[in-house]
């Protein structure tokens, strides 16, 4: 449903407006989206804007502006939710708030072994294996698996390094792991210690010590000595665990949603607990526009952030929510089960609450002095380079790559707000002689430039480049051959003693290098873009070399599909000992005929 065109007459819209729960967009004359919002009654929400002073100055701009109104009428309140929060993300409304998260969350996974292995994992969900969390922070995940090691000695290494054990790790001598490589432990027994660590992070401790005291009696009852004095341990360390609990007020599956606003910027913090045991924070702050208050910030964040499952049972708010009611009721519906909203007032769930607004607060003052910081390094950087204004976007180039072989070109980009990780880019080069890092760069500026020469990406106000003057030139001469010569674009040299602090800018207009002394702001900034250029380059170069050793040369053998790649490389451990293998060595995997073993021989020989 859409307003009409030419003046928009909110009367006659309205009139006509369904009582329904839906999602609506209003726009500019220029056919700009203003804002996305939803709602149970879209009558009566969209009413609101028109029939009443709002107060509020900035819904009164934005009224103004208002054009025409798009509806999109859903079936429940839950389904508005989540079509508001998807668009808000992926358009970024001028008055809505929008929260920018370019991470993903970290997991703790259970591989799909014989003996599970447990491990940090941030990425998408594949296979059988089982996936624990997400953890609102790396180093939370790295607890707990420090926490699941000392408690039920669960392997973490890989499955190439288990495969070819013959006597116990380091692990195993500093008492993390209980040796399942060489058959100190029965699969019976490991998968018990699995099930109990899982059962830990589910929040079911209480049943777990109570089941590990009867066991550990009944042990000593048998006189079976060792095992009842592991169990003791377990339970010293599980007791040591659980005192966590005071903070939070006992046993509870929680998330602490805390709002700190400012005129321009504002932070929320989500502190985690599960099972009474606080996980860490995350912090965030919203892009949104200037006067927006704390219920605004709240209610859009949890609409975003809880687009989707999972979702505490119980999620406490710093500021009371307009539709408390509806949103417990969408989020519930999501859930699949009952989620509570509230504001604490009293005892530990208010403790809590308080320690998360102080975490807030000291977040918020860090960012705010790093963005004054970052508006000085931007000043500078204007004068420095003699721009025509303060650059609000910069991009920079390197090359990483192992003797000339499998080169990545980065591309990272920053803006007033520091790193833009969702816009970094790894161009994997090809077609080139190895190591020529000025044709290499050449491709990289070549095909990023062409992208926003057609309007896919936006163009930066400086191109930085880690290189000499060659690279300058190949850079040039990229941009000139798509047509994108008014740029400003910098070769950052390492200087004569590659020293940090001595770098030198090359300018294609200076004969002469610029150096900036090496207490400038503007210099700190190109540093630190610089390197991490070059960080984001190695990451990327190594992932593409490692999946050449595990993939490179097999893939090519007729015969020889996924599976059977995989039972390779699992009795092997890689791609240079398969190489090395015999014939007979060969054929003793399962699922390899002598005849096909024969042809990987014969395929490295």
Known sequence: MTASTGAFDPKAFLSQLTARPGVYRMYD?????????????????????????????????????????????????????????NLIKSQGPRYNVVYRDDKSYPYLRFSDHEYPRISYYRGSKVGKDRYLGPFPSAGSVKDTLAT??????????????????????????????????????????????????????????????????????????????????????????????????????????????????????????????????????????????????????IDSFISQHYSEPPIPPEILISHAVDDELGLEEALSARAKRRVRVSEPQRGAKQRLM?????????????????????????LEMRDALDLDGVPRRLECFDI????????????????????????????????????????????????????????????????FIDGGRGQLSAALEALEEVDFVNLRVVAIAKGP????????LLLPERESPLRLAPDSPALHLIQRIRDEAHRFAITGHRGRREKARTTSGLETIEGLGPSRRRALLQAFGGLSQIKGAGVDDLARVDGLSRRLAERIYAHFH
Do not use: W
């Open 400 to 463: 990483s790559h192992t003797r000339g072989e499998l080169a990545v070109a980065s591309c990272v980009v920053f803006n007033e707000e520091g790193p833009l990780k969702s816009a970094y880019r790894k161009f994997n080069i090809d077609g080139i002689t190895p190591g020529d890092d000025y044709a290499a760069i050449r491709q990289a500026v070549l095909r990023r430039f062409a992208r926003v020469k057609r309007g896919e990406v936006q163009a930066p106000d400086v191109l």
């Open 148 to 297: 699941l090691q000392k408690l039920f000695h669960l392997r973490p290494c890989r499955d190439s390094y288990f495969a070819h054990r013959t006597r116990p790790c380091l692990q195993h001598q500093i008492q993390r792991c209980s040796a399942p490589c060489v058959g100190l432990i029965s699969p019976e027994d490991y998968a018990r210690d699995v099930r109990n660590g899982m059962r830990l992070l589910e929040g079911k401790s209480d049943e777990l010590v109570r089941e590990l005291g009867a066991e550990m009696v009944r042990a000593a009852e048998t006189q079976e000595f060792e095992h009842a004095a592991r169990l003791r341990d377990q339970l010293g360390a599980l007791k040591r665990v659980r005192e966590n609990r005071a903070i939070t007020g006992g046993a509870a599956d929680i998330d602490v949603v805390a709002c700190v606003p400012h005129a321009a910027h504002a932070c929320l913090v989500v502190v985690t607990v599960r099972d009474g045991v606080n996980l860490g924070h995350r912090s965030f702050f919203p892009k949104h526009p200037q006067g927006t208050d704390a219920v605004e910030l």
């Open 354 to 378: 308080a320690m998360a607004l102080q975490t807030a607060e000291q977040a918020l003052s860090a960012y705010l002095a790093e963005a004054a910081s970052m508006d000085q390094r931007l």
């Open 497 to 504: 003693t590659r020293r940090p602090g001595l770098e030198e």
């Open 29 to 85: 004359a220029a056919g700009e989206l203003l804002y996305v919002g939803k709602a149970r009654n879209l009558k009566k929400r969209v009413s609101s804007y028109f029939l009443r002073a709002s107060g509020d100055p900035r819904i009164e701009a934005m009224v103004d502006q208002i054009h025409h109104v798009e509806v999109t009428v859903t079936g429940t309140e839950d389904e508005a939710l989540l079509l508001e929060s």
